[in-house]
T-cell receptor, first 113, second 115 residues
Framework: KQEVTQIPAALSVPEGENLVLNCSFT??????LQWFRQDPGKGLTSLLL?????REQTSGRLNASLDKSSGRSTLYIAASQPGDSATYLC????????????FGKGTKLSVIP | GAVVSQHPSWVICKSGTSVKIECRSL??????MFWYRQFPKQSLMLMAT?????????EQGVEKDKFLINHASLTLSTLTVTSAHPEDSSFYIC???????????FGDGTRLSIL
């Protein structure tokens, strides 16, 4: 059974710092990996999707990498801003012909002005 | 970008009431929709997967007679919590996907509180 772990559970950084969030998964046979942002009491906003054949994806100040063989992904946030404060969730899709995602518990990020 | 609308955003009702939650994809056709449940400080737990025009597939431990899912069109899925009890209080989130290996797009969730 696929398990997804995110470390750290919480992170607090001063504004302007670059930071890295980590995600690991136990079964490397994945089809894609997705990073989401969740604001308190809200649903999820998709940030980046990395297909299993890709090594990284970039969107603005965000860069996500994927090392499928070692079961790891990182989300790099450059020049953090208070508006980046949220919980970041990593999810992997391991279902052939299926779309099911297995989620980690998330990293709660606080960017201090 | 892809937009998923979930309604209502907040429901408070008495024990024994049935509650219906709607999930709509506004600007794309969703081949598959998903229903998740999230407890405080926990991650999302998949409850069921529904494909348009067919019966939903429920995850182990999820009562299909309690959580009725209907996916009658490519833009609408509904979750009905039947005879809700306080232990059903939770945050329910839907998502929709346009196809295989496509991103899931999430609604804003429904906070369900059963008194």
């Amino acid at each position: 059974k696929q398990e997804v772990t995110q470390i750290p559970a919480a992170l607090s950084v001063p504004e302007g710092e670059n930071l890295v969030l980590n995600c690991s998964f136990t079964d490397s046979a994945i089809y894609n990996l997705q990073w989401f942002r969740q604001d308190p009491g809200k649903g999820l906003t998709s940030l980046l999707l990395i297909q299993s054949s890709q090594r990284e994806q970039t969107s603005g100040r965000l860069n996500a990498s994927l090392d499928k063989s070692s079961g790891r992904s990182t989300l790099y946030i450059a020049a953090s801003q208070p508006g980046d404060s949220a919980t970041y969730l990593c999810a992997v899709n391991t279902g052939a012909g299926s779309y099911q995602l297995t989620f980690g518990k998330g990293t709660k990020l606080s960017v201090i002005p | 970008g892809a937009v998923v609308s979930q309604h209502p955003s907040w429901v408070i009702c008495k024990s024994g009431t049935s509650v219906k939650i709607e999930c709509r994809s506004l600007d794309f056709q969703a081949t598959t929709m998903f229903w998740y449940r999230q407890f405080p400080k926990q991650s999302l737990m998949l409850m069921a997967t529904s494909n348009e025009g067919s019966k939903a597939t429920y995850e182990q431990g999820v009562e299909k007679d309690k959580f009725l899912i209907n996916h009658a069109s490519l833009t609408l899925s509904t979750l009905t919590v039947t005879s809700a009890h306080p232990e059903d209080s939770s945050f329910y989130i839907c998502s929709a996907s346009a196809g295989w290996n496509q991103p899931q797009h999430f609604g804003d969730g429904t906070r369900l509180s059963i008194l």
